[in-house]
């Protein structure tokens, strides 16, 4: 089972929240973490945490203005991990995990108030999608968009037909395709907002290894984040050319 956990820790986890944010993600037992709003000048504790777990492999974009960025952590090594040129800083990262035979992409799309930001990042991520739709690839992270009579009601919500972009490429959301109940929710706002955010989308060599999915909102019942956790399991064989003992989720 291949486990991928997907978390916006808000500004960084802040002075107050690190602390919490890493004991969580030391204990979530993930084998694949995608972290938005990941900040280096307080972010060391929390890859501590990820590497005591087991996942001693981390690469992050460079980072936007105010140090936000995308970092993506793993049991097995990342190559090529690189920021897409044409994506806003700390907006994305890419990379591929050999061992398993996965293309990965971490994102962070911008809200509606950063336009220009957040068209550029949207084009980042189904051009991304459409190069790897072939591949066993996976996009994950919060994506600032939800899909209209499925999730709960965004307000002057833009770049909604780029969810059906991925779809028209064989991407399948893993929370519907594992039979979540709608709507869901990631994102728990200030003026009780409610709205699935967060998401991770598999290709179509992928899907069918779906197992389940699911939101873990007691960070935001305890003020960590005002974004849920997203967890996923996947069931994949083993890639071929790896050694015979070789296990997901063994580290």
């Known amino acids: ?58 690469a992050s974009a460079p980072p936007a203005r105010g140090g936000n960025t995308v970092t993506i952590a793993s049991r097995w090594p990342l190559v090529g991990a690189h920021a897409p040129a044409s994506s806003p800083n700390g907006r994305a990262l890419a990379c591929e995990v050999p061992l398993l035979g996965i293309h990965v992409l971490g994102v962070h799309i911008p809200d509606e108030s950063a ?84 998401a991770v989308f598999v290709s179509r060599t992928l899907a069918s290894a779906i197992q389940s999915a699911g939101f873990d909102t007691s960070c935001v019942a305890s003020r960590v984040s005002d974004h849920a956790v997203f967890k996923v399991e996947l069931t994949i064989d083993r890639p071929v050319g790896t050694p015979a003992g070789w296990m997901v989720g063994s580290g």
């Open 115 to 198: 336009v220009s930001a957040r068209d550029r990042a949207w084009a980042t991520t189904t051009a991304w999608a459409r190069g790897h739709a072939a591949k066993r690839a996976i996009i994950a992270g919060d994506f600032n968009t939800s899909r209209t009579g499925i999730d709960p009601p965004r307000d002057g919500q833009t770049c909604e037909h780029c969810l059906g972009v991925l779809e028209s490429l064989g991407f399948s959301d893993a929370w519907r395709k594992a039979g979540c109940p709608e709507p869901g929710t990631s994102w728990f706002g200030p003026n009780g907002e409610r709205q699935r955010l967060d």
């Open 1 to 58: 089972m291949l486990r991928i956990l997907a978390w916006n820790l808000m500004h960084g986890g802040g002075p107050t929240r690190t602390a919490e944010a890493a004991i969580l993600l030391a204990q979530a037992g993930a084998d694949l973490v995608i972290l938005s709003e990941f900040r280096a000048a307080r972010g060391s504790q929390v890859l501590q945490a990820l590497t005591d777990s087991g996942l001693v492999h981390a």
